[in-house]
């Protein structure tokens, strides 16, 4: 799905890089959140970036940064 994200939070654990977006869907004003490891997201994820979320069965697995519009 398409989406903007809103917020990031970007925190250690275990000595692995992980990221908390919040990011809103295309069609959507419901905010939604994903946690995932550095290697599922692209480099240095920012609010207001344009992505492409990726889940299964609703867990968010990837997240792509789209080209410029």
């Known amino acids: 799905m398409k989406a903007t994200i809103l917020g990031v ?3 250690e654990l275990h000595g692995t ?3 908390r977006l919040i990011f ?3 069609g ?3 905010p939604r ?3 995932l490891s550095h290697d599922m ?3 240095d994820p920012q609010p207001g ?3 492409e979320v990726n889940a299964i069965l609703g867990i968010v697995d990837g ?3 789209l080209a410029e519009e």
Do not use: C, G, N
């Open 33 to 35: 959140e994903a946690r």
């Open 9 to 11: 939070q970007p925190y």
């Open 41 to 43: 997201a692209y480099q």
């Open 49 to 51: 970036d344009r992505v």
């Open 17 to 19: 890089l992980y990221y």
């Open 24 to 26: 809103t869907p295309d």
């Open 63 to 65: 997240v792509k940064k």
């Open 28 to 30: 959507s004003e419901q």
